[in-house]
């Protein structure tokens, strides 16, 4: 199976009343949004019903399609699991009065290698910090929070086994420097190692190896130019 997101467009004229008539802009707004499911045998499409913006869809173990949906207001964001053909349920939901602020690589979802868990991030705390739960979630309850305090973390990647996760966050009262941490989802309380820490500079986590024993990331001193670098986890 292959999954995939549609959407319609259309431009439309942003107003600008403090310009008069002499100046007009277009914008393109999305009229329609679809998450969509087809054999890569050849078949012809199931849609997915979706209200708002469907994305990050990804398999899981049972051949579930576990996916993120964001409301047209975007206040509401909703993680959602559904089976080719049937009616999705959901089993996280964030909603804020004036908008869910994580976005883009900050709103990253990974269900694991196994297919058994899902990895995301969440505001819900005030800070953007990275939960865990399974797949096949009865209810919120079942989510762990891995990370906690007055900082950003975001998601890396999973390790081969799905034991362990690398991401990247900044420091209570030191947003100039970003940090690659792993945890093991395994171990309660869970274990948190650091590996690599930077000097006043851009971090971006990218990969870890087939291995699992080295990540990828990218760093620079100079926001405009970024630099790969790998580092050992273990």
């Not at 797949?135 to 906690?148: P, R």
């Not at 940090?179 to 395994?186: A, G, K, L, R």
């Amino acid at each position: 199976w292959l999954t995939f997101a549609a959407s319609r467009s259309t431009t439309i004229q942003y107003p600008l009343p403090f310009n008069g008539n002499l100046i007009r802009s277009y914008v393109n707004a999305n009229e329609e949004r679809r998450l969509g499911v087809v054999s890569t045998l050849g078949s012809n499409v199931t849609w997915i019903p979706t209200v708002g913006n469907a994305r990050s869809a990804q398999f899981t173990a049972d051949g579930s399609i576990l996916y993120e949906e964001i409301s047209p207001d975007r206040k509401t964001r909703e993680l959602k699991v559904t089976s080719v053909g049937g009616v999705p349920r959901t089993i996280w939901k964030d909603y804020d009065d004036r908008w869910y602020s994580p976005h883009r690589r900050d709103s990253k979802l990974l269900v694991s290698p196994d297919g058994e868990s899902v990895a995301f991030v969440s505001d819900r705390q005030g800070w953007v910090h990275l939960y865990v739960m399974p797949v096949d979630a009865a209810s919120e309850k079942e989510a762990k929070q891995l990370t906690s305090g007055n900082y950003l973390s975001a998601l890396g990647s999973w390790s081969p086994d799905s034991g362990r996760i690398a991401y990247h966050h900044g420091v209570d009262g030191n947003p100039m420097e970003r940090f690659i941490d792993v945890v093991e989802v395994t171990r309660q309380p869970y274990f948190r190692c650091s590996y690599t820490q930077t000097a006043q500079r851009l971090l971006m986590f990218q990969k870890v190896s087939l291995n699992g024993k080295n990540a990828n990331c990218r760093q620079s001193t100079n926001p405009a130019r970024l630099i790969a670098r790998t580092q050992a986890w273990f």
